[in-house]
């Protein structure tokens, strides 16, 4: 369960942070399960580092913008959900609870995904990503603006010659394809958008392709025939 820190506008004022757009982003926390082990910001549920395999250099953890690279090389089933709770238009005297989400595209194999209140009030976001399992539900559309959060997960399986790796991108401008959520302050119409994607490379020595093959094989026979006339004469 995510807790708040309420500040009255004074407050504000002396922390100095006032000034701030109605469109800037604040990352308030972060949250991977990565094969059900959980690392959270806040180190509530779980460690507040960042597992070894999640490369985070990319990322601005004050803006929740940027990439965050995760690399997988164990054979067998892998699952890992990213949960980003941002807070759009901090000055925005609605607070951030007049924002609404959105799914664009088609998911991929193996992907899930939820955008949802972060807990606090209704929202089960936090705890299905505890769980380990995304509903790929919308639960704050433009319709019924409240506080987002958003996540998105792959399950997938390696073999013994596979790695993978995901590619976890936040960004002010939307994708030109794919799937990815997006996350608007209605006030502003100031969005963020959340996308990812799942590469898995064979790490296995490449086979010759068939004709290769053959052309080798009709090389040998060549010599091996002359070598057989050589010996006649």
């Known amino acids: 369960m995510r807790k708040w820190l309420i500040i009255p506008m004074a407050g504000l004022m002396i922390l100095g942070i006032s000034h701030r757009a109605w469109g800037d982003p604040v990352l308030f926390q972060w949250m991977f399960n990565t094969d059900s082990t959980i690392y959270d910001s806040y180190g509530t549920d779980g460690s507040s580092t960042p597992p070894g ?3 985070m250099a990319g990322f601005n953890a004050v803006t929740g913008l940027g990439s965050i690279t995760v ?3 164990t054979p067998g089933s892998h699952n890992f959900i990213a ?6 238009a901090q000055t925005d005297p609605y607070g951030f609870s007049d924002e609404f989400g959105a799914a664009v595209g088609t998911s991929g194999v193996g992907q899930s995904w939820e955008i949802d209140e972060p807990g606090f009030t209704f929202g089960d976001i936090y705890y299905n990503v505890l769980d380990g399992i995304l509903d790929n539900t919308n639960g704050v559309p433009s319709g019924a ?3 987002v959060s958003t996540a ?3 399950n997938f399986i390696l ?4 790695t993978a790796t995901l590619q976890l991108r936040v960004g002010t401008t939307a994708p030109t394809s794919g799937f990815y959520l ?3 302050d209605a006030d502003s ?5 959340f996308s990812s994607t799942l590469d898995i490379q064979s790490t296995a020595a490449p086979v010759p392709e068939p004709g290769t093959l053959l052309l080798l094989g009709s090389g040998l026979a060549g010599l091996f025939g002359l070598g057989r006339r050589r010996l006649q004469k």
């Open 145 to 147: 603006l409240d506080d």
């Open 159 to 162: 073999s013994a010659d596979e």
């Open 182 to 184: 997006t996350q608007t």
């Open 53 to 55: 395999n999640v490369n």
């Open 71 to 73: 690399q997988f090389a």
């Open 189 to 193: 119409n100031y969005s963020i958008y």
């Open 83 to 88: 949960f980003l709770d941002h807070e759009l």
């Open 152 to 154: 998105l997960g792959w």
